[in-house]
């Protein structure tokens, strides 16, 4: 009885790896606004869909760091589909002003190394408020070395407004 259970915990166990390694990975960097004031603080989130591997943090030069890493992850099974997510956010304040650069974060796997583009962040004074300088959120999401794909949004997102029945 005791082999038959521990025979079963083995075919149990090598069918939910044989899951995780199928799932394909990806690697998405957010930025919370393109456009930004000195004074302002912005956040990155480096998002990794069904990747395990090794994350290595970006070079932050010209910003400070506010705070950070902040990491959170989840783990989801429903109907034999398997899914983890992690992510790591960084809350960051310009130190100059112009064209700035977040530099590339890697995440190395077994079998590969996915490596991010620097994200440009366009920084101004804040003598220089003026209302119609809008900034937009943007995402990079990388499914393979050497693919991006940018998927901004250009409108706010809508929030549902809850309703007690």
Partial sequence: MKE???M????????FLTIVSGQK??????????????????????LLDN????????DFNGFRLV?????????????GVVTQKKAYSYVLMP???GDQ?????????????????????YVLSTDKLSPSSKSRQRVY??????????TSTKAPIKKRVLKKI
């Fill in 25 to 46: 990975g990806s690697l998405s960097v957010k930025v919370d606004k393109d456009t930004l004031y000195q004074d302002e603080v912005i956040k990155v989130e480096f």
């Fill in 141 to 150: 999401k990388y499914d393979t070395p050497g693919m991006t794909k940018d």
């Fill in 67 to 79: 705070s950070g890493p902040n990491t959170s992850s989840s783990f989801s099974m429903i109907n």
């Fill in 4 to 6: 038959l259970r521990l």
């Fill in 101 to 121: 650069q977040i530099g590339e974060a890697i995440v190395s796997t077994d079998e590969d190394k996915l490596i991010t583009d620097p994200v440009s962040v």
């Fill in 95 to 97: 130190e100059a002003t």
């Fill in 51 to 58: 990747l395990t591997g090794n994350f290595i943090a970006p």
């Fill in 8 to 15: 079963c915990f083995f075919v149990i166990c090598i069918w």
